[in-house]
């Protein structure tokens, strides 16, 4: 809207007034008011450039004299006419605010508020407003006191409509109408209190964090429970050769296991598990007497094979005083017979690796060394009468040997047999074969045949059926507590103890002499003098030391022989 200031005024000349009285001091009060932008009624100068300096500039050219506030009379229908007398023309625009019917200037306002409204400080404050769409800097004021000698202000151009609403500046969003110009609103109290930033952020990290720990811990037992995400997959070596040094354990055993077999016997009402080898490609198999006993003369012998076929066997001869048996099968091809080692050639130390099926678990491998040589042992008994008690010039061994094993080769680190695993000792003082007593297992302490007994043995049974044992005729008196082995007065039913014409009669052996050594190796009881000579084979030459009446004497025996049951 055009300011009013700008529509009121005159173009009356200096020095001209109608009323020269009242005109004089109104005159006089407009040039004041035109040179400072007049005071409002708030006591405030104005800027002349202001609309409401100006405004107070018109209404000053035409209020009465001592009325500088008062309201601008009625407009007549004509203003003054210029020198001349010539009115003013119609359509001049300060034409309007003279004559009757002229409209007001400005819309009433129904506050009343200066300088549109009545005078007087109780006009009630405008609200404060906002004007929308006001851009650009705010107006600059001048101090109180205006411009002096500055001309009248030209008319405002009317502001073109901004195409879009520009951002309010910050002095206008504070808008004081009855403030100096440029001012500040000032609100008294206190300032309203704004929520803390850190407060929030605090506030906003512990809730994070208690949620983060809920999702770690739920994901966390998941993945416990589950055993993670993906597929578990552990690391594992690839394929390697399957072949071993043929003198390592892995390479005895797989060379020995084909020809080792699993023996079952039953009848007389007993049953039995043992092992044996093959001895040749025509089905012949070594074992213990032990095992095959049970059988009797009726019994069932079942072999089965390392690789699982089974094969039905027949007895070919036992002797219960090596504690060796001879079985053979028929129809089965492909047998692979173990080669025989020389048990004279064993040392104490040498590696050995025992094949057997304890406890009917077949083709087990146990692995230790020699232990002992030359070990005198004694096995059975259980008839009472001595027949079946066997003698035995025994390797001892570590190798684990337990039931079941019995009757399984011992062999070298060539895969060679130099021994028939038959007896072990047991924790409890008890010894034979498997342990003598019960079922007790193995405590390091494992007895074979040596091979070379079993070779001349096996031969003897596969040929004859029967098997010899060395001799030298004598009966010894098992009761005799010294050292050595004492040739008894007596012999059985009362006959001598020396055998006439036999092998101790001739190298001038007597009753009541004690053995001490055989070959030069102490012995130190009868049962140990046995094992000594049976180790040998009949015809064998041994030198026999003798101790008679105090004083040791030398007698050279040659080994007789007889039938072994």
Request: no cysteine; aromatic share 4%; charged share 20%.
């Amino acid at each position: 809207m055009p300011d009013a200031g700008a529509d009121i005024h005159t173009d009356v000349p200096a020095g001209v007034a109608p009323d020269a009285g009242a005109d004089a001091h109104a005159d006089a009060h407009a040039a004041a008011a035109q040179l400072t932008g007049g005071v409002g009624q708030d006591g405030i100068a104005r800027d002349p450039q202001s609309p409401a300096a100006r405004n107070g500039i018109a209404r000053g050219a035409h209020a009465p004299a001592g009325q500088d506030h008062a309201p601008a009379p009625a407009a007549q229908d004509h203003a003054p006419t210029p020198a001349g007398g010539a009115p003013a023309p119609a359509g001049d625009p300060a034409a309007g605010h003279s004559g009757e019917g002229a409209r007001p200037l400005h819309e009433p306002d129904e506050y009343r508020t200066p300088p549109y409204g009545g005078p007087g400080p109780w006009a009630p404050a405008p609200p404060v407003q906002h004007p929308h769409g006001a851009a650009g800097p705010s107006p600059q004021y001048p101090a109180a006191g205006g411009y002096p000698g500055s001309p009248a202000p030209a008319p405002l151009p009317a502001p073109a409509a901004a195409p879009h609403a520009a951002p309010v500046p910050e002095q206008w969003r504070q808008y004081d109408p009855w403030g100096a110009p440029g001012g500040i609103l000032i609100r008294t109290g206190e300032p309203p209190k704004r929520k803390s930033r850190r407060g929030m952020a605090f506030a906003g990290a512990l809730a994070f964090a208690l949620l983060a720990g809920v999702l770690g811990g739920g994901v966390g037992a998941y993945l416990e429970r589950n055993g993670g995400i993906a597929t578990v997959e552990l690391p594992q070596a690839g394929p390697e050769g399957t072949d071993r040094a043929p003198d390592s354990i892995a390479g005895i055993a797989a060379s020995a296991l084909p020809g080792v077999v699993t023996l079952h016997v039953s009848g007389g009402g007993e049953q039995g598990t043992g092992t044996g080898f093959v001895l040749d490609a025509q089905g012949h198999i070594l074992t213990n007497n032990h095992v095959v006993s049970p059988a009797g003369r009726s019994g069932d012998i079942s072999v089965t094979f390392s690789g699982g076929e089974t094969a039905r066997a027949t007895l070919v001869g036992k002797d219960s005083g090596y504690d060796l048996a001879v079985v053979k099968v028929k129809g089965v091809s492909g047998l692979k017979p173990l080669p025989l080692g020389n048990s004279d050639n064993v040392r104490v130390g040498d590696p050995v690796v025992a094949i057997g099926a304890p406890f009917d678990l077949q083709n087990t491998v146990t692995a230790g060394i020699i232990s002992a040589k030359e070990r005198p042992i004694t096995a059975g008994g259980e008839k009472g009468d001595g027949s079946d008690v066997s003698y035995v010039d025994a390797l001892q061994t570590d190798a684990p040997i337990n039931p079941g094993n019995s009757g399984g080769p011992l062999v070298d680190s060539r895969a060679r047999v130099i021994g028939i695993n038959s007896a072990i000792r047991a924790a409890d003082g008890g010894s034979g074969p498997d342990a003598g007593s019960g079922q007790a297992g193995s405590i390091g302490l494992g007895f074979a045949i040596p091979i070379n007994q079993g070779k001349r043995v096996a031969e003897e049974l596969i040929n004859t059926g029967k098997a010899t044992h060395p001799v030298i005729g004598v009966s010894l008196d098992m009761q005799y507590s010294g050292d050595g082995a004492r040739v008894g007065e007596k012999g059985k039913d009362g006959a001598s103890s020396v055998t006439a014409g036999g092998p101790a009669a001739k190298a001038g052996i007597r009753p009541g002499d004690v053995i001490t050594k055989v070959d030069g190796q102490r012995v130190h009881n009868g049962e140990e003098l046995i094992v000594k000579i049976r180790a040998h084979r009949p015809g064998d030459r041994l030198e026999l030391t003798v101790l008679r009446d105090g004083k040791e004497q030398t007698r050279a025996v040659t080994l007789g022989s007889s039938t072994g049951t």
